[in-house]
């Protein structure tokens, strides 16, 4: 097998209206098990993925918030989103979920792994993946 | 080059598939190599054999099987998307006490692990849906 290669989550979609996030987050649950350098990029309405206080118990849809926050665990290093977009919908980072991170092994952690980037930030992010998921 | 082909919607509703096939289609025949076909989302039902378009259209679920048996493609359906959207194998059958199958010849169901190692072991993953 080949050396680590870097993953990007390209995440464009709104949490419930489609599958797509819910799927999307099922790779990367699964692909954690493959020792990637892994991050994930909110874009357009993918933002919304990670708006706190989601309450989906009028809709009889999963709640899956819970699960972005574990993702720390599962070896994602960096979850970047898109500034224009947050804006465009009148959200500050403020309104996101925080996701802390820790190497078990060195001991070495952040707090939140969460970080608004901008367009320049985004495609430079783009450009140097490996492989980018588009969902 | 090495690829993989990740299809993420289904067929006739989404020119995904048609693109996929014409894509993977033309890079086998220019000699690059296919590593793995993945289908993924509502792309799993590109996979089953029942699919009955009109005779004056093409046949999306055939073109996949008859490009498979040419150059010995690896076609494989999400296990969980599958599940969820009624595409049912032999072994899926008997686990979840189903009555019926549907895949299509030279498809297989399995795990999203297959994803992961394509996009591992091809010099691109070359997506195609929304």
């Known amino acids: ?135 | 080059m090495k690829l993989a082909v990740q299809v993420n919607e289904g067929p006739y509703q989404h020119q995904a598939s048609d693109s996929a096939y014409h894509f993977t289609k033309a890079a086998l025949e220019k000699g690059h190599e296919v590593f793995r076909v993945f289908f993924y989302h509502d792309g799993v039902l590109n996979g089953t054999r029942l699919t009955t378009p009109p005779q004056d259209d093409r046949n999306i679920v055939n073109r996949w099987v008859e490009l498979a048996e040419k150059h010995d493609l690896d076609l494989v359906l999400c296990v969980a998307a599958a599940q969820r959207r009624g595409i049912v194998d032999d072994g899926e059958a008997e686990r979840n006490g189903k009555d019926a199958t549907n895949i299509a010849p030279k498809f297989r169901i399995s795990g999203l692990g297959q994803l992961i190692e394509a996009a591992i072991q091809c010099d691109r993953l070359v997506v195609f849906g929304d």
């Open chain 1, 1 to 135: 097998m080949s050396d680590v290669k870097k993953f990007m989550y390209l995440n464009r979609r709104a949490p419930y209206g489609t599958i797509y996030a819910w799927e999307s987050l099922e790779v990367v649950l699964i692909g954690a098990a493959f020792d990637q350098e892994v991050s994930l990029m909110f874009i357009d309405d993918g933002v919304y993925q990670l708006v706190k206080g989601s309450d989906t118990s009028e809709s009889d849809m999963k709640n899956f918030t819970p699960t972005y926050r574990t993702l720390g665990d599962y070896g994602v290093r960096h979850m970047y989103v898109d500034k224009e977009s947050l804006e465009a919908r009148g959200l500050t980072t403020d309104d996101l979920i925080e996701v802390e991170w820790e190497d078990w092994e060195t001991e070495e952690s952040v707090d939140n792994i969460v970080e608004a980037v901008d367009a320049g930030q985004i495609a430079e992010l783009l450009a140097e993946s490996d492989v980018v998921f588009s969902f």
